[in-house]
Nanobody, 122 residues
Framework: VQLQASGGGLVQAGGCLRL?????????????LGWFRQAPGKEREFVSK??????DYADSVKGRFTIFRDNAKNTAYLQMNSLKPEDTAVYYC??????????????????WGQGTQVTVSS
C-alpha cells in the first residue's frame, strides 16, 4: 500500500486548504483513512479519521476540518477551514489500522504517506 499526500502550503490565519491522500490499494473503501500531524518539537497527534463507522476528529479541529473520501478515485481528503497558526505542522495520511487498534494512536497504523507541510501565518 502506498499513500501519496499533497495539498499543503502556506496560508494566512483564517484561510483554508484541502489536503489529498491518494492510495494505491484494492478495496479502498474497506480501509480506515486518517490524518495525523506533527509540529516541530511535538509528538505526532491525531487529527481525523474516516471508516465505515463514520468520521472522528480531534477536539482542536472539530467544526473547522472535514474528512471525506472518494472511493472511485481511491482518495481521501481533509478540508481545513478557519486555519490557525497552531495548525502549522507536517500532515501525514495514514491507513492500515490494526484490527482492534485505537484509531487515535499513531502506532496502530501500518501505512504512512510522506507528509505534507502546512504553514499558517498570523
Amino acid at each position: 500500500v502506498q499513500l501519496q499526500a499533497s495539498g499543503g502550503g502556506l496560508v494566512q490565519a483564517g484561510g483554508c486548504l484541502r489536503l489529498s491522500c491518494a492510495a494505491s490499494v484494492r478495496s479502498f473503501n474497506t480501509y480506515t483513512l486518517g490524518w495525523f500531524r506533527q509540529a516541530p518539537g511535538k509528538e505526532r497527534e491525531f487529527v481525523s479519521k474516516v471508516d465505515r463507522s463514520g468520521a472522528d476528529y480531534a477536539d482542536s479541529v472539530k467544526g473547522r476540518f472535514t474528512i471525506f473520501r472518494d472511493n472511485a478515485k481511491n482518495t481521501a481528503y481533509l478540508q481545513m477551514n478557519s486555519l490557525k497558526p497552531e495548525d502549522t505542522a507536517v500532515y501525514y495520511c495514514v491507513s492500515g489500522l490494526r484490527d482492534g487498534g485505537r484509531w487515535y494512536d499513531p502506532n496502530e497504523y501500518v501505512y504512512w504517506g510522506q507528509g505534507t507541510q502546512v504553514t499558517v501565518s498570523s
